[in-house]
């Protein structure tokens, strides 16, 4: 299934951003990680269309720097992206994918999904991660925020695997 140790994890770190954006909802930033040259996939969950049908729609996914990566509206059937990235629509949620994350594709994603009356945004850290896998201390004391996220992140791949 995974060709490389690298592609297990990042389909792990994409598992636990699926999973924090499920916890964390609506307004909250959720960090997926990866790294440069890597496919990554960014979610984004709404409810407008839980219970109804929704004629119009549209979604805008922008990058870091508040540039346009891809814009969708449901009821004219249109999509464009810039080049290296992909849009995928299915009602309550819409992904963009990044085929080959660069340098510049780090920070922060915001999915903005709007609909007459109505119009919410989503955001969501795109951050590097390490080659290196730190381990927590062994030894008593304090953990802090990043290492119980590193101990939380493993565990999560061990059971992914």
Known sequence: MWRTPLEQ?????????IIMSQIVGEGSAVKVLSQPGQQVTLLCSYNY????HIPQLSVQWRGPN????CHYIKHK?????????????SPSSITLTIQHVH????????????????FSDYS??????SEYVTSAPK???DQSGSTWTLIIFHTLLSVCM
């Open 9 to 17: 994890t990042a389909t792990a770190a994409l598992f636990l951003g």
């Open 49 to 52: 269309e839980d219970n109804t």
């Open 77 to 89: 059937a249109y999509q464009n992206c810039t080049r290296g990235y992909t849009i995928s629509y």
């Open 139 to 141: 030894s008593g004391g």
């Open 103 to 118: 340098m510049e594709d780090f920070g922060a994603h915001v999915c903005s999904v709007s609909k007459p009356h109505e």
């Open 124 to 129: 969501m850290e795109l951050a590097r991660m």
């Open 66 to 69: 508040n540039q346009l990566l």
